[in-house]
């Protein structure tokens, strides 16, 4: 063999190589990427079925109910259009109140139940994850989803 050639197999053998491990990467990336969607969506089911996904909004008021044994707990995440019901099993960040923003991340059962993995709560009174607070302003135009009160248009 020619070293032309020598080095022309070289060559193919490491663009093949990169090809490969470029495509291992993007599939790592593809299996670990978590869209979030709001209730909305989801009641239009544009949630995926199977697969792990976030969801966000508002807890509902009066919705949240403890087990007397354990660490599990429902309650109902809303966007003022739809509401989701979600099941949870562990311990809640402190600020995990009524009617205050919240993202979860788990799976959505074939009964319609969000079963979540991890709740995340906001950690301050001014804010909200910028996914949630743009799934309540899309759900209902012109209400704030801060605090549930109507915006004043300039």
């Given amino acids: 063999m020619k070293a032309r050639h020598k080095r022309m197999l070289a060559l193919a053998c490491g663009l093949g190589a990169l090809a490969v491990a ?6 790592a990336f593809q299996s670990n990427m978590v869209f979030f ?5 989801v009641a239009a089911k544009e949630a995926p079925q199977g697969r792990s996904f976030r969801i966000g909004g508002l807890v509902e008021t009066g919705s949240v109910v403890r087990e007397p044994q354990g660490l599990s707990m429902r309650f109902v995440v809303t966007d003022t259009a739809h509401t989701v019901r979600v099941q949870y099993t562990g311990l809640l960040p402190d600020l995990f ?3 205050k923003g ?18 995340l709560a906001k950690h301050d009174e ?7 607070a743009q799934a309540l302003k899309q759900a209902r135009p012109g209400v704030s989803p801060a605090y549930g009160s109507t915006l004043v248009k300039p």
């Fill in 37 to 41: 969607f709001s209730p909305s969506q």
């Fill in 22 to 27: 470029s495509a291992l990467v993007l599939k």
């Fill in 126 to 132: 001014n804010y909200m994850a910028p996914e949630a």
């Fill in 97 to 99: 109140s009524e009617g």
């Fill in 102 to 119: 919240v993202v979860a991340q788990g799976r959505l059962g074939d009964d319609g139940v969000f079963r979540a993995e991890q709740v």
